[in-house]
């Protein structure tokens, strides 16, 4: 009732103060010329005065409630349209590096093979991998290998150009896509990465004690072009890259080597790619056991590339 009274107030105002113009009248009838039903049509001009303005007070009443809902209802789809970009990004971006995740470089790559082979324009892509990674999980701990992935994937990111875009894609391995780029210029940038990344000193906090020298990893990197056969698509462009980024690590790491026919000799290290965001067994060491299971395949246990890749 009272919500009721509150929205209707004037309504209610204006019909006391019309029944009490009303009572005035019939008591004061006489008083005046003539009546209708009992009542001086000048009282009932002011009856009908009052009964306008309680109108005009009750739309503008309602006009206001009906603004402040419409604003309320602005404002929180606002808030949803906020919420849902950001849930957006959220799936869209490695948590840990903050990149893109896999599922959104194949789709972005994806976007950038069909523009690229319909305009015949030219596409590189690179896989990259950190040496011995594992290594540095064992020796130094996770956390520290997290900030290891993490600076490892702001080196990448200050050294590409801004068409060009990265993504995790499992592990300690990522992806680059360079629309634009011929084979030539991508061994130019993924030469310029290698060396970019051999460089950076990783320390953090106290790891590794003052006392020692900070630690300093390599990556082995891995180059592939259009153009690829008309009835192939982007998955293959992954694969002829992750062959070469296979033959990097097999002729000693830290190197890069870009696809060719004679790389299709090897044994491919990613023939049935995983699902957009899984690790083979959820360890983070996919690329090592890909890099130890080509070796099992190829027969070249011998040749001295070490488990942890």
């Not at 006009?63 to 949803?80: D, I, P, S």
């Not at 470089?105 to 319909?118: A, I, M, P, W």
């Amino acid at each position: 009732m009272r919500v009721w009274l509150r929205s209707r107030w004037p309504l209610v105002a204006g019909g006391l103060v019309a029944g009490g113009v009303l009572v005035a009248g019939v008591a004061g009838a006489d008083l005046f010329e003539w009546t209708f039903l009992g009542v001086h049509e000048s009282v009932w001009g002011v009856v009908a005065a009052v009964a306008s303005i309680a109108l005009v007070g009750q739309l503008a009443v309602s006009n206001r409630a009906a603004f402040q809902r419409e604003r309320r209802l602005v404002r929180t789809a606002a808030q949803l349209r906020e919420v849902s970009a950001e849930l957006d990004r959220l799936a869209r971006t490695d948590a840990l590096t903050g990149i893109a995740n896999r599922r959104a470089f194949f789709d972005l790559l994806g976007v950038e093979f069909r523009r690229s082979r319909r305009y015949a324009r030219e596409l590189s892509v690179l896989m990259l991998d950190l040496d011995h990674f594992k290594r540095v999980n064992d020796r130094w701990g996770h956390p520290f290998g997290d900030q290891v992935l993490r600076q490892t994937a702001e080196t990448i990111s200050a050294n590409i150009r801004e068409s060009d875009f990265v993504g995790r894609y499992g592990g300690e391995e990522f992806a680059l896509a360079m629309p634009e780029t011929g084979p030539e210029q991508a061994l130019v940038a993924a030469e310029k990465l290698r060396r970019a990344i051999e460089e950076v000193e990783f320390r953090a906090g106290d790891v590794p004690p003052a006392h020692e020298p900070s630690v300093r990893v390599t990556i082995s990197i891995g180059v592939a072009s259009l153009p690829i056969e008309a009835d192939q698509d982007e998955f293959k462009l992954i694969r002829r890259a992750d062959q070469a980024l296979y033959e990097a690590k097999r002729t000693g790491r830290n190197r890069v080597r870009t696809f060719t026919k004679e790389t299709v000799s090897q044994p491919a290290v990613a023939e049935v790619l995983p699902g957009p965001d899984e690790d083979a067994d959820g360890d983070g060491d996919d690329a090592a056991e890909r890099a130890e299971d080509g070796r099992e395949a190829s027969g070249s246990a011998g040749s001295g590339v070490s488990a942890g890749a």
